[in-house]
């Protein structure tokens, strides 16, 4: 009997430890100012492309343009 008793004791410190384990590795790999080297870029560097909405001009025209890749 005190043998059972002893081994889920043994059980239970061991999972708090892990789970204590695991709790600070992911608040110190979250941590701000951590320098991994490993960046993944969020916004792009180059300037995006952007379509022409209208030009000042004195002439009276109208275009027209249809995005042939809509949805792909």
Same mark, same amino acid.
């Given at each position: 009997?005190?043998?059972? =008793? $002893?081994?889920? $004791?043994?059980?239970?410190?061991?999972?708090? =430890?892990? =789970?204590?384990?695991?709790?600070? +590795?992911? &608040?110190?790999? *979250?941590?701000?100012?951590?320098? *991994?080297?490993? &960046?993944?870029?969020?916004?792009?560097?180059?300037?995006?492309? *952007?379509?022409?909405?209208?030009?000042? *001009?004195?002439? $009276?025209?109208?275009?027209?343009?249809?995005?042939? +890749?809509?949805?792909?």
């Amino acid at each position: 009997m005190f043998h059972s =008793l $002893n081994v889920r $004791n043994k059980k239970k410190k061991a999972l708090v =430890l892990s =789970l204590i384990v695991f709790l600070a +590795a992911g &608040v110190y790999l *979250t941590l701000p100012g951590r320098d *991994t080297g490993a &960046v993944i870029p969020v916004f792009q560097e180059e300037e995006k492309k *952007t379509p022409i909405y209208y030009v000042d *001009t004195e002439e $009276n025209k109208v275009a027209i343009s249809f995005d042939a +890749a809509w949805g792909a």
